[in-house]
Protein backbone atom coordinates (compact mmCIF):
# COMPACT_ATOMS: atom_id res chain seq x y z
CA UNK A 1 0.00 0.00 0.00
CA UNK A 2 2.91 2.50 0.77
CA UNK A 3 2.91 2.73 -3.28
CA UNK A 4 -0.34 3.47 -3.92
CA UNK A 5 -0.76 6.00 -0.86
CA UNK A 6 1.61 7.97 -2.53
CA UNK A 7 0.74 7.83 -5.83
CA UNK A 8 -2.91 9.17 -4.57
CA UNK A 9 -1.08 12.12 -2.60
CA UNK A 10 1.07 13.04 -5.67
CA UNK A 11 -2.42 12.96 -7.56
CA UNK A 12 -3.99 15.07 -4.83
CA UNK A 13 -1.23 17.84 -5.53
CA UNK A 14 -1.47 17.70 -8.96
CA UNK A 15 -5.17 17.88 -9.20
CA UNK A 16 -5.71 20.59 -6.72
CA UNK A 17 -3.06 22.63 -8.60
CA UNK A 18 -5.25 21.82 -11.57
CA UNK A 19 -2.30 20.11 -13.55
CA UNK A 20 -5.34 17.11 -14.66
CA UNK A 21 -8.14 18.95 -16.23
CA UNK A 22 -10.82 16.24 -16.01
CA UNK A 23 -12.36 14.47 -13.68
CA UNK A 24 -10.47 11.80 -12.41
CA UNK A 25 -11.63 8.96 -9.99
CA UNK A 26 -9.67 6.18 -8.82
CA UNK A 27 -11.56 2.35 -7.91
CA UNK A 28 -10.30 -0.38 -6.45
CA UNK A 29 -10.90 -3.82 -8.34
CA UNK A 30 -12.81 -5.75 -6.23
CA UNK A 31 -15.37 -3.66 -3.94
CA UNK A 32 -15.53 -0.60 -6.87
CA UNK A 33 -14.82 1.91 -3.76
CA UNK A 34 -13.56 5.31 -4.60
CA UNK A 35 -9.89 5.79 -3.43
CA UNK A 36 -9.35 8.81 -5.36
CA UNK A 37 -11.57 11.89 -6.84
CA UNK A 38 -10.18 15.03 -7.65
CA UNK A 39 -12.19 18.60 -7.58
CA UNK A 40 -13.43 18.23 -11.45
CA UNK A 41 -15.00 14.98 -10.42
CA UNK A 42 -16.55 16.18 -7.37
CA UNK A 43 -17.53 19.32 -9.37
CA UNK A 44 -19.19 17.47 -12.25
CA UNK A 45 -21.28 15.15 -9.91
CA UNK A 46 -22.31 17.90 -7.45
CA UNK A 47 -19.98 16.04 -4.38
CA UNK A 48 -17.75 17.23 -2.29
CA UNK A 49 -14.77 15.26 -2.49
CA UNK A 50 -14.42 13.99 1.00
CA UNK A 51 -18.52 12.68 0.13
CA UNK A 52 -17.19 10.67 -3.20
CA UNK A 53 -14.51 8.79 -0.71
CA UNK A 54 -17.48 7.03 0.84
CA UNK A 55 -18.84 5.60 -2.13
CA UNK A 56 -18.49 2.67 -4.07
CA UNK A 57 -18.70 2.31 -8.12
CA UNK A 58 -22.46 1.29 -8.16
CA UNK A 59 -23.77 4.61 -6.62
CA UNK A 60 -22.46 6.43 -9.66
CA UNK A 61 -22.54 4.54 -12.77
CA UNK A 62 -25.81 3.36 -13.93
CA UNK A 63 -24.73 1.09 -16.38
CA UNK A 64 -22.81 -1.02 -13.64
CA UNK A 65 -25.31 -2.73 -11.64
CA UNK A 66 -23.77 -4.84 -9.13
CA UNK A 67 -20.13 -5.92 -7.65
CA UNK A 68 -19.98 -8.72 -9.93
CA UNK A 69 -20.69 -6.76 -13.22
CA UNK A 70 -18.13 -4.05 -11.80
CA UNK A 71 -15.39 -7.29 -11.22
CA UNK A 72 -15.74 -8.53 -14.78
CA UNK A 73 -15.31 -5.29 -15.83
CA UNK A 74 -12.31 -5.10 -13.79
CA UNK A 75 -10.72 -7.99 -15.28
CA UNK A 76 -11.53 -7.41 -18.89
CA UNK A 77 -9.46 -3.94 -17.83
CA UNK A 78 -6.55 -6.62 -16.36
CA UNK A 79 -6.43 -8.02 -19.73
CA UNK A 80 -6.41 -5.00 -22.23
CA UNK A 81 -5.25 -2.14 -19.97
CA UNK A 82 -7.27 0.50 -21.52
CA UNK A 83 -10.79 0.94 -22.31
CA UNK A 84 -13.04 3.61 -23.54
CA UNK A 85 -16.71 3.27 -22.88
CA UNK A 86 -19.86 5.49 -22.66
CA UNK A 87 -22.04 5.56 -19.51
CA UNK A 88 -24.53 7.68 -17.49
CA UNK A 89 -23.35 9.02 -13.83
CA UNK A 90 -26.06 9.58 -11.06
CA UNK A 91 -25.48 13.27 -9.67
CA UNK A 92 -26.17 13.93 -6.18
CA UNK A 93 -29.25 16.22 -7.09
CA UNK A 94 -30.50 12.38 -8.90
CA UNK A 95 -29.99 14.07 -12.54
CA UNK A 96 -27.79 11.92 -15.11
CA UNK A 97 -24.60 12.82 -17.37
CA UNK A 98 -23.72 11.40 -20.36
CA UNK A 99 -20.16 10.36 -20.24
CA UNK A 100 -16.96 8.94 -21.72
CA UNK A 101 -15.10 6.95 -19.63
CA UNK A 102 -11.21 6.22 -20.32
CA UNK A 103 -10.52 3.26 -17.68
CA UNK A 104 -7.09 2.28 -17.05
CA UNK A 105 -5.65 -0.82 -15.03
CA UNK A 106 -3.04 -0.03 -12.37
CA UNK A 107 -1.13 -3.26 -10.77
CA UNK A 108 2.12 -1.32 -9.36
CA UNK A 109 1.64 -1.76 -5.70
CA UNK A 110 -2.37 -2.41 -5.09
CA UNK A 111 -4.14 -3.23 -8.08
CA UNK A 112 -6.94 -0.43 -8.98
CA UNK A 113 -9.05 0.89 -11.94
CA UNK A 114 -8.06 4.69 -13.03
CA UNK A 115 -10.86 6.73 -14.77
CA UNK A 116 -11.32 10.15 -16.40
CA UNK A 117 -14.81 11.21 -17.20
CA UNK A 118 -15.54 13.34 -20.28
CA UNK A 119 -19.25 14.51 -19.86
CA UNK A 120 -20.01 14.79 -23.16
CA UNK A 121 -23.41 15.96 -22.46
CA UNK A 122 -23.07 19.26 -25.05
CA UNK A 123 -22.51 16.69 -28.14
CA UNK A 124 -25.28 13.92 -26.66
CA UNK A 125 -27.69 17.02 -27.07
CA UNK A 126 -26.55 18.16 -30.43
CA UNK A 127 -26.77 15.07 -31.94
CA UNK A 128 -30.25 14.89 -30.51
CA UNK A 129 -30.66 18.42 -31.94
CA UNK A 130 -29.43 16.99 -35.15
CA UNK A 131 -31.37 13.93 -35.60
CA UNK A 132 -35.03 15.81 -34.65
CA UNK A 133 -34.08 17.91 -37.39
CA UNK A 134 -33.21 15.13 -40.25
CA UNK A 135 -36.14 13.03 -39.09
CA UNK A 136 -38.19 16.33 -39.94
CA UNK A 137 -36.53 16.86 -43.39
CA UNK A 138 -36.91 12.94 -44.12
CA UNK A 139 -40.48 14.07 -43.10
CA UNK A 140 -40.99 17.26 -45.49
CA UNK A 141 -39.36 14.94 -48.17
CA UNK A 142 -41.89 12.24 -48.13
CA UNK A 143 -43.97 14.56 -48.18
CA UNK A 144 -43.48 16.40 -51.20
CA UNK A 145 -42.57 13.10 -52.96
CA UNK A 146 -46.38 11.84 -51.94
CA UNK A 147 -48.16 15.18 -53.21
CA UNK A 148 -45.92 14.89 -56.54
CA UNK A 149 -47.07 11.19 -56.95
CA UNK A 150 -50.69 12.31 -56.68
CA UNK A 151 -50.19 15.24 -59.09
CA UNK A 152 -49.58 13.24 -61.62
CA UNK A 153 -51.62 10.81 -61.11
CA UNK A 154 -54.39 13.41 -61.57
CA UNK A 155 -52.84 14.77 -64.60
CA UNK A 156 -52.63 10.86 -65.85
CA UNK A 157 -56.00 10.60 -65.59
CA UNK A 158 -57.50 13.54 -66.79
CA UNK A 159 -55.45 12.40 -70.09
CA UNK A 160 -57.10 8.99 -69.71
CA UNK A 161 -60.50 10.94 -69.98
CA UNK A 162 -59.45 12.62 -72.61
CA UNK A 163 -58.52 9.65 -74.61
CA UNK A 164 -61.52 8.08 -74.29
CA UNK A 165 -63.63 10.84 -75.76
CA UNK A 166 -60.86 10.92 -79.14
CA UNK A 167 -61.88 8.66 -81.96
CA UNK A 168 -58.89 9.12 -84.02
CA UNK A 169 -56.23 5.74 -82.57
CA UNK A 170 -53.21 7.17 -83.43
CA UNK A 171 -53.83 10.64 -81.30
CA UNK A 172 -55.61 8.28 -78.80
CA UNK A 173 -52.17 6.27 -78.84
CA UNK A 174 -50.37 9.36 -78.08
CA UNK A 175 -51.83 10.17 -74.79
CA UNK A 176 -51.74 6.32 -73.62
CA UNK A 177 -47.81 7.15 -74.36
CA UNK A 178 -48.15 10.33 -72.55
CA UNK A 179 -49.80 8.80 -69.73
CA UNK A 180 -47.44 5.63 -69.56
CA UNK A 181 -44.28 8.16 -69.17
CA UNK A 182 -45.89 9.94 -66.89
CA UNK A 183 -46.67 6.77 -64.61
CA UNK A 184 -42.65 5.96 -65.06
CA UNK A 185 -42.40 9.46 -63.09
CA UNK A 186 -44.77 9.11 -60.46
CA UNK A 187 -43.68 5.80 -59.56
CA UNK A 188 -40.39 6.86 -58.71
CA UNK A 189 -41.95 9.72 -56.25
CA UNK A 190 -43.91 6.92 -54.92
CA UNK A 191 -40.63 4.35 -54.25
CA UNK A 192 -39.08 7.31 -52.88
CA UNK A 193 -41.94 8.32 -50.62
CA UNK A 194 -42.34 4.85 -49.21
CA UNK A 195 -38.41 4.10 -49.06
CA UNK A 196 -36.38 3.77 -46.14
CA UNK A 197 -33.14 3.56 -47.83
CA UNK A 198 -31.97 7.36 -47.98
CA UNK A 199 -33.78 8.78 -50.99
CA UNK A 200 -32.86 5.79 -53.19
CA UNK A 201 -34.85 4.25 -55.61
CA UNK A 202 -34.97 0.26 -55.14
CA UNK A 203 -34.37 -0.50 -59.11
CA UNK A 204 -35.97 -4.22 -58.78
CA UNK A 205 -39.05 -2.48 -57.96
CA UNK A 206 -39.10 0.19 -59.78
CA UNK A 207 -38.81 -1.82 -63.06
CA UNK A 208 -41.59 -4.95 -61.98
CA UNK A 209 -43.90 -1.76 -61.30
CA UNK A 210 -43.18 0.16 -64.57
CA UNK A 211 -43.32 -3.41 -66.79
CA UNK A 212 -46.52 -4.47 -65.32
CA UNK A 213 -48.09 -1.18 -65.53
CA UNK A 214 -47.16 -1.39 -69.46
CA UNK A 215 -48.53 -5.08 -69.92
CA UNK A 216 -51.87 -4.27 -68.15
CA UNK A 217 -51.84 -0.70 -70.36
CA UNK A 218 -51.38 -2.25 -73.78
CA UNK A 219 -54.29 -5.46 -72.93
CA UNK A 220 -54.73 -7.48 -75.50
CA UNK A 221 -51.14 -6.33 -77.75
CA UNK A 222 -49.02 -7.73 -74.49
CA UNK A 223 -51.17 -10.43 -73.56
CA UNK A 224 -48.72 -13.18 -76.05
CA UNK A 225 -45.57 -11.57 -74.93
CA UNK A 226 -43.72 -12.66 -72.15
CA UNK A 227 -41.28 -10.12 -70.01
CA UNK A 228 -38.30 -11.30 -68.34
CA UNK A 229 -36.42 -9.45 -65.73
CA UNK A 230 -33.04 -10.32 -63.98
CA UNK A 231 -32.41 -7.00 -61.97
CA UNK A 232 -29.60 -7.21 -59.43
CA UNK A 233 -30.85 -5.33 -55.97
CA UNK A 234 -29.16 -1.42 -57.27
CA UNK A 235 -30.47 1.30 -55.35
CA UNK A 236 -30.86 4.55 -57.28
CA UNK A 237 -31.14 8.28 -56.74
CA UNK A 238 -33.82 10.23 -58.20
CA UNK A 239 -31.72 11.98 -60.93
CA UNK A 240 -30.77 8.53 -62.20
CA UNK A 241 -33.73 6.19 -61.64
CA UNK A 242 -35.91 7.98 -63.53
CA UNK A 243 -34.20 8.54 -66.72
CA UNK A 244 -33.23 4.98 -66.30
CA UNK A 245 -36.98 4.19 -65.82
CA UNK A 246 -38.04 6.53 -68.90
CA UNK A 247 -35.50 4.41 -71.13
CA UNK A 248 -36.77 1.26 -70.76
CA UNK A 249 -40.59 2.18 -70.36
CA UNK A 250 -39.81 3.56 -74.51
CA UNK A 251 -37.98 0.34 -75.56
CA UNK A 252 -40.85 -1.80 -74.10
CA UNK A 253 -42.92 0.66 -75.20
CA UNK A 254 -41.44 0.21 -78.44
CA UNK A 255 -40.77 -3.78 -78.52
CA UNK A 256 -44.52 -3.85 -78.09
CA UNK A 257 -45.74 -1.88 -80.54
CA UNK A 258 -43.13 -2.52 -83.60
CA UNK A 259 -41.22 -6.37 -82.26
CA UNK A 260 -43.12 -8.78 -83.28
CA UNK A 261 -45.36 -10.34 -86.26
CA UNK A 262 -49.24 -11.76 -85.37
CA UNK A 263 -47.69 -14.92 -86.24
CA UNK A 264 -44.34 -15.32 -84.35
CA UNK A 265 -44.57 -17.70 -81.06
CA UNK A 266 -42.90 -16.87 -77.90
CA UNK A 267 -42.77 -13.47 -77.87
CA UNK A 268 -40.71 -12.41 -75.31
CA UNK A 269 -39.24 -9.26 -73.58
CA UNK A 270 -35.82 -9.29 -71.45
CA UNK A 271 -34.71 -6.82 -69.07
CA UNK A 272 -31.26 -6.66 -66.98
CA UNK A 273 -29.55 -4.75 -64.89
CA UNK A 274 -26.60 -5.18 -63.42
CA UNK A 275 -23.06 -3.43 -62.28
CA UNK A 276 -19.92 -5.12 -64.04
CA UNK A 277 -16.47 -5.60 -62.76
CA UNK A 278 -15.73 -2.11 -63.53
CA UNK A 279 -18.39 -0.60 -61.84
CA UNK A 280 -20.47 0.66 -64.54
CA UNK A 281 -24.17 -0.28 -64.87
CA UNK A 282 -25.43 -1.67 -67.86
CA UNK A 283 -29.48 -1.77 -69.04
CA UNK A 284 -30.23 -4.15 -71.70
CA UNK A 285 -33.78 -4.25 -73.21
CA UNK A 286 -34.01 -7.63 -75.49
CA UNK A 287 -36.79 -8.68 -77.57
CA UNK A 288 -36.94 -11.79 -80.18
CA UNK A 289 -38.84 -10.01 -82.57
CA UNK A 290 -38.16 -8.99 -86.19
CA UNK A 291 -35.38 -6.98 -85.39
CA UNK A 292 -34.61 -2.79 -85.74
CA UNK A 293 -33.25 -0.86 -88.40
CA UNK A 294 -30.15 0.28 -87.20
CA UNK A 295 -30.13 3.44 -89.32
CA UNK A 296 -33.35 4.55 -87.62
CA UNK A 297 -31.67 4.39 -84.12
CA UNK A 298 -31.15 8.56 -84.76
CA UNK A 299 -33.18 9.07 -87.85
CA UNK A 300 -36.24 7.99 -86.56
CA UNK A 301 -39.01 10.19 -86.21
CA UNK A 302 -40.57 8.01 -83.27
CA UNK A 303 -41.07 10.39 -80.42
CA UNK A 304 -39.61 7.34 -78.12
CA UNK A 305 -36.40 6.60 -79.38
CA UNK A 306 -35.58 10.32 -79.40
CA UNK A 307 -36.51 10.49 -76.18
CA UNK A 308 -34.14 7.47 -75.22
CA UNK A 309 -31.08 8.88 -76.74
CA UNK A 310 -31.83 12.28 -74.53
CA UNK A 311 -31.80 10.73 -71.58
CA UNK A 312 -28.89 8.35 -72.72
CA UNK A 313 -26.69 11.91 -73.05
CA UNK A 314 -28.76 12.98 -69.42
CA UNK A 315 -27.00 10.08 -67.97
CA UNK A 316 -23.80 10.71 -69.85
CA UNK A 317 -24.02 7.07 -70.84
CA UNK A 318 -23.74 5.40 -74.15
CA UNK A 319 -26.18 3.24 -76.28
CA UNK A 320 -25.79 0.30 -78.52
CA UNK A 321 -28.06 -1.30 -80.75
CA UNK A 322 -27.56 -4.96 -81.77
CA UNK A 323 -30.18 -6.38 -84.49
CA UNK A 324 -29.03 -10.06 -85.37
CA UNK A 325 -31.07 -11.91 -83.59
CA UNK A 326 -34.30 -9.79 -83.08
CA UNK A 327 -32.90 -6.44 -80.63
CA UNK A 328 -30.90 -5.67 -78.12
CA UNK A 329 -30.11 -2.02 -76.78
CA UNK A 330 -27.26 -1.83 -74.54
CA UNK A 331 -27.01 0.76 -72.04
CA UNK A 332 -23.71 1.37 -70.55
CA UNK A 333 -23.59 4.12 -67.66
CA UNK A 334 -22.53 5.39 -64.08
CA UNK A 335 -24.90 5.69 -61.34
CA UNK A 336 -23.37 8.37 -58.66
CA UNK A 337 -24.41 7.58 -54.79
CA UNK A 338 -25.77 3.85 -55.72
CA UNK A 339 -26.46 1.40 -53.11
CA UNK A 340 -25.80 -1.92 -53.15
CA UNK A 341 -28.45 -4.66 -51.43
CA UNK A 342 -28.38 -7.85 -50.70
CA UNK A 343 -28.13 -10.28 -53.49
CA UNK A 344 -30.15 -13.77 -52.65
Known amino acids: ?3 LSESLSLLNTLSWKH ?13 GRVIFANEYAALLLGYESNELMKMRITDIDLHTFDLLSWQGQSSSLKRNGRIV ?28 IICIIHDISPYTEQTEKIS ?17 KNNLQTISSLLSLGRKKIKDESVANVLQESQNRIYAIATVHEILYKSDRAGRVDMSIYLR ?25 LFFVMDTAMPCGLIVNELVTNALQHAFNESQNDKKITITLHQNSTGSIILKVIDNGKGFNNDDQN ?13 TKQLDGTIHVNTKNGTIFELIFNAPDMIEGDKK
Request: aromatic share 6%.
Open 19 to 31: CIPESLIIFDTIE
Open 209 to 233: FLTNSLIESFGALASEVTIERTIEP
Open 299 to 311: NTASVGLKLVNIL
Open 85 to 112: TKSLYLTKNGTTIPVEIASNYCGNGSEC
Open 1 to 3: MPL
Open 132 to 148: ISLQEKEHLLKEIHHRV
